[in-house]
């Protein structure tokens, strides 16, 4: 089996580290011609570097752009009209008290991890359709479908990309796009090891020893016991992107290392 996306434009939101900056790493393996965005010019020319670092033929374009906002969107519309592939990657959390989320923190989370996407595959979905073939995947989280006490506002929005993304899959029945969600479990990222570094400082652990100990305490149901690392993420997304996914649509698939405790979400 090989996924061949030659010829194909990838959009990426929030590509420039993590699991977003994996996943344009891996549709540029596959021959795809990816759009790299962030938020920051040196951010982007970093992630670029790294992935040509790995892939020296990848075909990139950088894209300095907040993709939260609607200005942010119109840049990446103007420089890249039409997509095969949309990859709604971009997404923020944090660790807070409901009781401390004010409602503008509910209405960051939500433009961020909601809107962003939505706004994206309004504007990409009809051309896919014109041309009968299109992928858009939404990165939710296992946090969508599991929402955890200390974290509702991001569980909240994470469950509104699953609804969407199924939502979007019953509206483009016959088209020939697919739209489906993905849920990561705790995955290696700068932004956990970032969460991570005061549990670091008091235990003396090292990063990834940390974010294991955080997999087996916080999410003991985890099967893997341990931190998923971005590339295993990104194989996933790759599939789906791919021409052999075309009977994959209106899904949520777990990559979540087991955490879900359940047959089905």
């Known amino acids: 089996m090989k996924i061949d996306l030659n010829g194909k434009l990838a959009i990426v939101s929030g590509s420039t580290a993590g699991i977003g900056l994996a996943i344009g790493k891996s549709l540029a393996q596959c021959g795809a011609s990816v759009v790299i965005a962030g938020r920051g010019q ?3 020319d970093e992630a670029i570097a790294s992935i040509k670092r790995d892939v020296p033929d990848a075909q990139l374009h950088g894209l300095v752009a907040d ?4 200005e942010g969107a119109q840049r990446l519309f103007e420089a890249h009209p039409r997509a095969d592939i949309l990859v709604n990657n971009l997404g923020i959390f944090n660790e807070v008290d409901f009781f401390e989320t004010d409602d503008s923190e509910w209405s960051r989370f939500y433009e961020t991890n909601v809107i962003s996407g939505v706004r994206l595959s309004r504007h990409y979905v009809g051309a896919m359709v014109e041309q009968k073939w299109g992928r858009v995947i939404f990165v939710s989280s296992e946090s969508g479908v599991a ?3 200390n974290m509702i506002n991001y569980g909240t929005t994470k469950a509104a990309n699953l609804a969407v993304s199924h939502g979007l899959a019953k509206r483009l029945a016959g088209t020939g796009v697919t739209v489906n969600a993905i849920l990561p479990g705790p995955t290696f990222t700068d932004g956990v090891e970032d969460m991570l570094k005061d549990a670091m400082a008091e235990s003396g652990r090292s990063a990834r020893e ?8 916080a999410r003991p149901s985890s099967i893997i016991q341990r931190i998923a690392e971005v590339d295993e993420v990104a194989n996933l997304v790759a599939y789906l992107a791919s021409p052999l996914s075309s009977a994959t649509t209106g899904a949520a698939l777990r990559v979540d290392g087991g955490v879900v405790d359940s047959l089905a979400i």
């Open 67 to 70: 993709l939260g906002t609607a």
């Open 147 to 149: 929402i955890p006490a």
């Open 210 to 217: 940390e974010a294991n100990h955080f997999v087996r305490t």
């Open 42 to 44: 040196g951010k982007v």
